[in-house]
């Protein structure tokens, strides 16, 4: 519960939920409240299985944030775009294509999207808030983003990653062994606001994979996401109140050797109702270590059963640190539709 001692900042007052009639995909809702018993991390851990294998996209419930903890951190989210000066923001930005890194600010039009510069504004935190330099607002809520940071990977990816490995007929740790807080990984925690778009795009992020392991993602009411099905066809993610939606990325794909398959999804232009709704996001991405090598789990039974698919020979295969930076480094470039990264191709879709 939080209390008076805490910061003030403006209040975020999010867009109320559509009206309009989409096309919403069903995903698995996994309730974290039954992971205190061994009968019930065995049953979240086959659903989890289900809902990779046929979406690759969850919802995670009762997760152990309460509804005003959400709204604080939407709060803080938005101190990072609308109470920061521009010529302040140009002093921390990333600059991705070149070094490969996101840490600090994205301005919109960095990135074009089917030939249309971006409307994203975007700040991200990379291992942790120890950074160097934050701008001066942001000093006072670095204790809050740091609790978010711990939170996040310890309560929610972690307890994803046991299941995964239950799944996989793994110990439990196996992949939490290969995301230790201590050693030298890229996590990230990511504030995003997509402000409205006066021009008539469609599209307002490519289709895309993630390269991490783990995204976790705070539901919030302005719809865009879609993510496209097995049968190739566009759908929805719906709003649910206080709830994180879950995906894998590029390198749980390679990891379990295309038995979970990273998701592409983008992000759309909102419905007419909420068109004039900025879309304010909150994302964690849990990287593996920088020093992990992206090789298929062959001790799993379930792999050996299922088969292996190889996406390079293990002595070529890329680390977590190498694919991630080429992966950050090529997003978004001008008339970049198409990269070959350690011999595989990425696609980027509309």
């Known amino acids: 519960m939080f209390n008076h001692t805490l910061p003030n900042v403006p209040h975020y007052e999010p867009a109320p939920p559509t009206k309009a009639s989409l096309e919403y995909i069903d995903l698995e809702i996994i309730d974290f409240s039954k992971a205190d018993t061994e009968e019930g991390r065995a049953a979240l851990a086959d659903q989890v299985k289900k809902g990779l294998r046929n979406q690759g996209f969850l919802y995670i ?36 294509f070149e070094t490969g890194s996101e840490a600090g600010f994205k301005p919109r039009k960095y990135w074009e999207t089917s030939g249309i510069p971006d409307h994203i504004e975007q700040y991200s935190y990379n291992r942790g808030v120890d950074m160097p330099e934050h701008p001066e607002a942001l000093f006072p809520l670095l204790p ?25 007929e793994l110990p439990e740790d196996t992949l939490v062994n290969k995301h230790n807080w201590d050693h030298c990984n890229d996590c990230s925690i990511k504030f995003l606001k997509y402000h409205p778009s006066t021009d008539e795009a469609k599209l307002l992020l490519n289709g895309h994979t993630d390269y991490g392991t783990i995204t976790m993602l705070w539901s919030q009411p302005v719809a865009g996401l879609q993510i496209q099905t097995h049968e190739g066809e566009w759908r ?19 990891l379990t050797g295309g038995y979970y398959k990273a998701t592409i999804h983008r992000v759309v232009q909102s419905p ?43 002595s070529h295969a890329p680390t977590m640190i190498k694919w991630g930076k080429e992966r950050v480094m090529a997003f978004g470039k001008q008339g970049v539709d198409k990269v070959i990264i ?7 879709y509309e």
């Open 342 to 348: 350690s011999g595989v191709s990425v696609g980027y």
């Open 272 to 314: 007419e109702d909420q068109r004039q709704y900025p879309r304010l996001g909150s994302i964690y991405f849990a990287r593996a270590d920088n020093d992990v090598t992206l090789v298929p789990l062959v001790e799993s039974p379930v792999l050996q059963r299922e088969g292996i698919e190889r996406r390079w020979d293990d």
């Open 144 to 168: 809050e983003v740091d609790k978010l940071y711990n939170f996040s990977h310890f309560n929610v990816v972690y307890t994803i990653l046991r299941l995964i490995a239950r799944g996989l």
């Open 61 to 96: 419930v009762n997760h152990g944030y309460t509804q005003e903890e959400t709204t604080r951190m939407f709060d803080i989210a938005d101190v990072h775009f609308s109470c920061i000066p521009d010529d302040e923001k140009r002093k921390y930005t990333a600059n991705m």
């Open 236 to 254: 929805w993610i719906r709003h649910m109140d206080n709830a994180i939606v879950i995906n894998i990325g590029d390198a749980m794909e390679f």
